[in-house]
């Protein structure tokens, strides 16, 4: 067995599990290596998990690293240890098959021994959507609202910042506070506690009101329309991922991209600051993020 491939075997939460591959360099440009990514994942975990928690989580995974392609997988893969709590969840209205057939069976990450099982298998981004199950692994509406902004070249994140704070003001107007994460890659997520639960039909028609009315009163700055050609030097505020069998990178997660950026919380001060100057915000590192936290804790949380 080449050193790139030796296991270790660990304990996480009281939970065995054999590590592989420590060595591998996941991102190339940086050398960062599938370690730093557990270690990461690990360090992060105390706010990541309560994000992740009672959510079905999509993964993509890049065994090889980012520069070789990547795979989308939602139903729990084949020799998942028996303690991974699970979802079954009717892909009715949802893309993508199932091998069981009409339903999907997700993990749900409520620890750090799952979180480390996912992301030895090269499960870099964590993807869930905007409702939790209950105990019995039923879905239950969406408890919260997330509109993406996402920056059609030339446009990108400064411009994303200046609409951001217009979509604070359209859902302040609704009596919903947001809280603006980084993508991690070219833009920016809001996201609104909903006062109760709600459909994720209705939660989808909330967001795409607000989306369609900042269009209209910034049709040069802004646009709801999903067609890429449309997106030039604009901002999309993408409110289909409030479907219900849509999801969003979770706060806190890697991207596969060229170096480890992480969909990073951040302070709406940040934002304003962003929306001023074009270097005012940018994507940050995992290792940036990790001193954020330590610094700021964590800016995801429900006050």
């Given amino acids: 067995m080449s050193p790139e491939r030796q296991e270790v075997a660990v304990e996480v939460d009281g939970r065995r599990l054999r590590i592989s591959s420590l060595d591998k360099v996941l991102y ?20 990541m998990l309560p994000h992740l928690a009672d959510r ?21 893969p084949a020799g998942a240890p028996s303690w991974v709590r699970t979802a079954t969840v009717p892909t009715t209205g949802s893309r993508g098959s199932s091998r069981n057939g009409d339903k999907i069976v997700f993990p749900v990450v409520e620890d750090l021994a799952t979180l480390t099982w996912l992301v030895n298998l090269a499960a870099l981004e964590l993807h869930v959507h905007q409702w939790t199950v209950g105990r019995n692994g039923r879905p239950r509406n969406a408890d919260r609202l997330v509109i993406d902004l996402d920056p059609g070249e030339p446009a990108g994140l400064h411009e994303c910042c200046q609409v951001a704070l217009m979509v604070r003001e359209a859902l302040a107007e609704r009596d919903l506070d947001c809280k603006p994460v980084t993508s991690g890659s070219k833009g920016l997520h809001l996201y609104a506690d909903l006062p109760g639960r709600m459909p994720s039909e209705g939660s989808t028609a909330l967001a795409k ?51 480890p950026t992480v969909a990073t919380p951040v302070t709406w001060a940040e934002v304003e600051e962003g929306a001023e100057d074009e270097e005012g915000l940018r994507q940050f590192r995992y290792d940036e993020v990790l001193d954020r936290v330590a610094d700021l804790g964590d800016l995801f949380a429900t006050d």
């Avoid at 890429?228 to 991207?255: C, E, H, M």
């Fill in 28 to 47: 190339p440009a940086t050398g960062t290596t599938k370690g730093e990514v557990l270690h990461y994942y690990a360090q992060v975990a105390p706010v």
């Fill in 56 to 76: 079905a989580v999509t993964r993509i995974r890049w065994p090889h690293g980012v520069q070789d392609g990547s795979f989308f997988e939602k139903n729990v």
């Fill in 209 to 259: 009101e607000v989306a369609e009315t900042l269009q209209k009163q910034h049709p040069t700055l802004v646009t709801a329309t999903m067609t890429k050609a449309r997106r030039s030097g604009k901002v999309f505020l993408d409110w289909s991922q409030n479907a219900a069998s849509k999801t969003t990178i979770s706060p806190y997660s890697l991207r596969g991209r060229e170096r």
